[in-house]
């Protein structure tokens, strides 16, 4: 831990330790507390606690992926797991609190106290060292911007690291991501969170299981993919068409209506769900719009979600025969 002493405010690994004695202080307090008498204030302490899926979180698509491309795959084959096991119990509490069943509550918030205090101490002890060392200092720059996106247990966002300047704002679709990609970007198109071929960008359309028609800024169709067991019927002719006249009469007032409030900014959504040959389908209309929050048109998604309805319970495992 001594190597940790001088680490900058905002530094991932000290962010990741301030995490674990923020852990370690809501653990002591619940322990501390007649969690019956004095219910409101645990659930609230307990609440807290439960954010600790944000730090597993960080770990698992942040810490973990930038220790695999330097050949260390071993947290994210290992440690993973033992983060589910800990959702496990945490899951088992929470429907514990809910149900009033105090007394087997506390034995389960032992065993959560148990394995939240082994896995920082294997934090504490391997993962966070090793990382230290084997990341360059880019790497830990690069890990803000998707640190943020996950977020932190904190009420409030650590210190910047390294800390922004508001004139050098960089856009997330402006890639400025140093580490080495498995795969080459030559041809690839810079996407807002990665890199594809031409081709890949028509292969996730085409196997993407809805319907998805995009209608520009101008009501003119410009796409629509071509799934083999699509919803409604397309066809090429629709490419270049006004969208009012890609609908029957009977529902061509809906669509221009929600064009119209699209564009005026009042709506963002519109939803509908019909029977249509014996299926149930859901539709949906989203505004697009840039980042500055000019309308660019709309995208219709329709779905096939009879069997969807009909799910039951819970499946988890593959069922492959």
């Known amino acids: 831990m001594n190597q940790f002493t001088n680490l900058p405010e905002g530094h991932p690994v000290k962010v990741y330790l301030e995490e674990n004695q923020l852990i370690r202080g ?7 507390i007649n969690i019956v008498e004095n219910n409101e204030e645990f659930k609230e302490k307990f609440a807290r606690l439960c954010l600790v899926e944000k730090h597993f979180a960080r770990k698992e698509n942040q810490l973990f992926p930038y220790l695999e491309q330097y050949g260390w795959t071993s947290p994210s084959q290992n440690m993973w797991a033992f983060h589910d096991d800990i959702r496990a119990i945490i899951k088992q509490a929470r429907n ?14 032992q065993n959560l106290f148990y394995n939240l205090e082994h896995i920082m101490q294997v934090e504490e002890g391997r993962l966070l060292p090793n990382a230290f ?28 690291y390294p800390p922004h300047i508001k004139d ?37 359309l085409k196997f993407m299981p809805v319907d998805i028609t995009y209608v520009d800024e101008n009501d003119i169709v410009i796409f629509y993919n071509r799934g083999e067991d699509r919803v409604f019927p397309r066809s090429a002719g629709i490419i270049g068409r006004e969208v009012k006249f890609c609908h ?11 064009l119209r409030e699209f564009k005026a900014g009042r709506k963002d959504e519109a939803e509908f769900w019909i029977t249509f040959k014996g299926k149930f389908i859901h539709i949906r209309y989203f505004a697009i719009r840039d980042d500055e929050g000019n309308y660019k048109g709309v995208i219709e998604v329709s779905q096939d979600v009879t069997h969807i309805r009909e799910l039951e319970g819970q499946q988890r495992l593959l069922d492959w025969e």
């Open 96 to 109: 514990l609190v809910e149900n009033g069943e105090m007394q087997s509550l506390m034995m389960v918030l």
């Open 26 to 32: 809501l653990i002591a307090s619940i322990n501390s």
């Open 248 to 258: 029957p009469p009977k529902s061509v007032d809906q669509v221009l209506l929600i």
């Open 133 to 160: 060392q084997m990341l360059q200092e880019d790497d830990w720059k690069e890990m803000r911007d998707g640190d943020e996106e996950i977020g932190w247990m904190f009420d409030e966002a650590p210190t910047p």
């Open 168 to 204: 050098e704002y960089i856009h997330p679709s402006q890639d400025t991501k140093k580490r080495k990609l498995p795969f080459s970007l030559e041809g690839r198109i810079d996407l807002e969170q990665g890199h594809m071929l031409p081709e890949q960008i028509n292969w996730l």
